[in-house]
């Protein structure tokens, strides 16, 4: 419980290398991003005042063809959102509305909340059960160092509201996918079948989620007025921002080193994802301090991710015709990279793990290389080798969409642990004359 | 930065006690509070359902002379609250008004936003110097395990407001008085000189105010929109509830154990201040498992606490002229008792200390004594005797006052080694045939 900042020093202590001096560029691009832009919701005004300040920060520290390619998405517009149990008794709760959530009218839909502990319970009522009815669908996700929790109890924003639309509820509440204990719900995208209406569905915090949980257990019917206005609009302005360390060799096949520049709207963007950009920056910089790399680094701050990889998808469009040697990406926080996953010449990857073995970084036990949103699609396009530098996420899911992802959640020593460990990798492979393909 | 769940373990290594099996009266009552009453605040419908819900309790826990007295105070209804700096960068402040803010018009009001460092800065402005503009005020809250700051980083919050008042200030923000790091401000009361204008007065979540911070850093202007509609109205109905567990001779002067009902209305008050009733309450039972004690012990849940005391004025009024043995009071959250503080006769003093020894409750060294706001007027009006056993506050001001302020954040443990250390303290002092006049 105590805050972050206090931890540092327990956290740092994890950290088995000598410390780097750090040359202070990921802090200066995280703080910069979350200061002087802040929240960067795809395809806002925002998100676009994000892209011209990305230009002007890649140029000044000395990137080359540092350039914005647009494009379109459907997005969504976020209006008030608001939330109240009024039966057994009134209780405020404090809400978000998902991603691509049904429109109510301003005042509200008011009907019986029924609660549902489980996403297989609600998957288990009988259609047509929820006349006039909402569902609050509840879960169990804890913390887990590799994030394991995320996909199973992250199915229930992604699949959750689609279910109970199913089933004719007229709206939904679901208990965050988040792991903290605070009053601060966590946002996200969630997703209908094509052709389906999609209703109101909102996210409560996990205190809250606990509360509706108790009142349920009382056993009096439970009523909730659910107020969440914002709209799904086609056709917004986004875009990624490129810009490139060109190599000794502009022959060779580039590395393409990813993030995502957009974020959510309730928080500031910092560990989502603004400190993967500052990482992934940070370290293609400090992999040319002992002289020109070979290859040429590409750095993509790929725009409206979080909707639903729209820049990852833009990119591999724009760029498929360009051979790429091989791809990795930042988009797990700012907390230390623990494991190394790869699909890789071996010969490279014994040194990668070599590399990386003084900084108490391991070797993955599984064949599964994961990449990242913004570099799957060019991934699989090319069929790349992709590194892994799998971060800590045990306190990832405290922040992860929420109020609280700011820039006081990230440790200077954690973050200077993650740039060290990516300058490792990069110096192998931007200056590997022969084959990265596994 | 780990949730309170999870730090359980931790935290109860701490006590070094033989566990006691828990009754689960302390945990249902605050469970209770916050569950089936919610937000209480002090003059609101919410702090009466409070009222009527703590005459059931306590009735049905074998009290006697259960009643509520009801008194009425100048409170304050809150409004809605929101705070935009709109340069040099748009950035959404999370923000709550404090207690008797001045209030300002639905649109808010709108000018440059002053950055102070410290109180002190503050004062050192010109008079006149605010034509137009608002302050803000910064300062340096850290966590102290007897609570050491809040005294001095408290007063931002009470004398701040009127201070950029008289100076000119159309609205003042303050950094919260506050040592967590989510974006949940800190509400709290204000004060007023008597005359003085109030003007818009909110506080700033911890992550907020050094956002702030950097923006002042950047050294162009701040701008802010703030509004603060809330108002301070008079006559609002509250009340105090007191019952009793009587003793075996009725013509000795009772103990008096006192904790407050209202709260405020961001959280659902669990650590300020279901558990101090919870723990009083729960103890005063658990000092007649051997038995009917000698003294009465009535239990005080005073209502109005955090607008200003009212409801400790309120019990001395009416009860000046019965006299009183000893007062004590449960008031700083649910976390460990580790040091006990008293004024009383030196006998009892020396009982009460080596009972406590085994707990790791360790005597004070200062001669101060506290009894806490809700019983100082009856003791100060009959110079009372008082045990102050004192809880670790190094992380109750990461929640006090806020949204945080909920039923999860309590540890059941800790909560338990509360109601044992008032269960020995009652024991002693509701058995004393003497005086305990110190």
Redesign the interface.
Known sequence: ???????FAALAALLPITAHATDGTAWDIV?GL??????RLAGSE?EA?ARAWSVEKLKALGFRNVRAEPFTIRGYVRGTDSAMITA?????L?VSALGFSGATPDKGVEGELVYFATLDALKAAPAGSFKGKLAFIDHAMM?AQDGAGYGPYGNVRRQGPAIAASKGAIGVLIRSAG??????PHTGATNWPQGAAPIPAGAVS??DA??VA??AA?GKPLRVVLALTGKTVDGLPSGNVVGELPGRDPSLPPILVGCHLDSWDL??GAIDDGAGCAIVTAAALRAQAGGQALRTIRVLWAGSEELGGFGGDAYARAHVAEPHALAMESDFGADRVWRVGMRIAPAVGQRIVAALNPMGIVPSRSSEVEGGTDVEPIIAAQKLAVVDLNQDGT?YF?LHH???D????IDPAQLEQNVQAWTEVLKIVANEPGSLAP
Chains 1, 2 share one sequence.
């Open positions: 419980m105590k805050p972050i900042r206090r931890s703080s979350t200061t002087e832009v802040g929240p925002a005042r057994p008794v009134p209780q405020r404090a913390p792991t903290d204990h605070h009053r601060n996990v205190p606990e509360l108790r009142l009382l928080g500031t306190r405290d929420t109020p609280d700011t820039l006081d959640k």
